[in-house]
């Protein structure tokens, strides 16, 4: 398949190079890439979620090893293996609804009594599995019903086939159509994301608060302008030098005639007693973001300060250190606002545990060890 390798690759060489920029941006990237790949996968008889599991962690590997700051790419390709066992699951949990399980006599031949069986023993352990498993509470407050297993047919003395080749063929085709559907899904999800979010800006936007932000980010601008309509509040924006990304939002919430103040970035201790809500952008892992540094040139022009570099046996006696983002410690967050709301640091795991898959949490370990 050289036109999907050539489309991974030349998404590889652009997340390299940062020419993809926002978490969303590059999760959809990320999302319709993997669609691909599992669209012109050739999924075999046996093994057929085994077989995308192994394509889509092939890429996703690559993916995440050309920008590990980035982390929207290493949560969009656990969360796509996460909907494959999860599909792969569904069918399994289908085909027990219409097992019927024959018992034989003491003296049948054993090689007969093992091609009697319609469902392998994995497939059907992994019914049992989603069958007991507890409901996700945020499917009891979405309305959603746990998908329930259907009883188990057994009758004595009766006969069962094996599946055919066309049956695998069909399941075959049901696995990647199910996985491809829930993508769509997920690509749907993205485009929506920001209005979802903006949606609940009334439940924890109140009047006369003091609001803190930092750069620019499209979902604050329409969190921030969804609560206008109905609050009345101000907001401070640190510049976030030396991009001055601040100006930027500034600008479009001025134009939405939002009460906006911008600062400079070493005016936010100063201001920080005022502040009712504080908006940091942090990643899980300090020292992946404390590695990820911009251009120098970004702070200083090259031409100016050439004479500070020597070429020669002195090295360089001049650095210039640009990080990206400042971190902020989880213990100072409270909040996280998600599509599907509002949420308790506490009550996280619980989020990660219904979009990822506990099998696939050491993507990124593989990445880091070279494998």
């Known amino acids: 398949m050289p036109d999907l390798q050539a489309a991974v690759n030349d998404f590889v060489v652009r997340l390299k ?3 993809v920029e926002g ?16 669209s012109q996968q050739r999924v075999p008889h046996s ?13 996703g590997v690559q993916l995440i090893a050309a920008n590990p700051v980035e982390l929207s790419v290493g949560n969009i390709v656990r969360h796509i293996l996460h909907i494959i066992r999860e599909e792969d699951v569904s069918l399994a949990t289908t085909g027990v609804g219409g097992l019927s399980v024959s018992v034989g006599s003491d003296d049948e031949d054993d090689t007969q009594h093992d091609n009697s069986s319609a469902l392998s023993a994995a497939a059907l352990a992994a019914a049992s599995r989603s069958a007991l498993r507890a409901p996700s509470l945020h499917n009891l407050l979405e309305s959603i019903p746990s998908p329930a297993v259907a009883p188990l047919a057994f009758s004595l003395g009766g006969e069962s086939e094996g599946k055919s080749k066309s049956d695998k063929n069909s399941r ?16 749907e999800d993205i485009d929506n994301c920001h209005s979802q979010i903006a949606e609940q800006a009334l439940e924890h936007i109140h009047q006369n608060e003091v609001i803190l932000t930092l750069g620019h980010s499209r979902t604050v601008m329409e969190f921030l302008c969804e609560a206008k309509k109905k609050r009345s509040f101000q907001v401070f924006i640190a510049e976030g030098a030396p991009r001055y990304q601040g100006h930027a939002l500034a600008k479009e919430l001025v134009a939405k ?4 103040t911008v600062i400079t970035d070493s005016a936010v201790f100063a201001m920080i007693s005022r502040v009712n809500m504080l908006c940091p952008l942090y990643p899980h892992n300090p020292e992946v973001l404390l590695n990820d540094l911009k251009s ?8 100016d300060f050439s004479d500070c570099i020597d070429g020669g046996t002195g090295g360089t006696r001049l650095h210039v250190v640009n990080p990206a983002f400042d971190y902020v410690p989880p213990q100072l967050v409270s909040l996280f606002i998600t599509d599907t709301g509002g949420h308790n640091p506490s009550y996280m795991y619980r989020l990660i545990a219904d979009y990822y898959t506990p099998d696939d949490y050491v993507l990124q370990q593989h990445v880091e060890s070279g494998i």
């Open 172 to 187: 075959s085709w049901q696995l990647k159509h199910g996985v491809i559907e829930a993508i769509n899904e997920l690509i």
């Open 257 to 260: 005639d939002l009460q906006t």
């Open 23 to 38: 978490s969303q941006a590059t999760a959809r990237e990320t999302a319709v890439l993997l669609r691909s790949v599992i």
């Open 47 to 59: 093994n057929q979620a085994a077989s995308l599991i192994e394509a889509v962690t092939s890429v």
């Open 296 to 303: 120098p040139s970004e702070l200083l022009d090259f031409g």
């Open 17 to 19: 190079r940062r020419q």
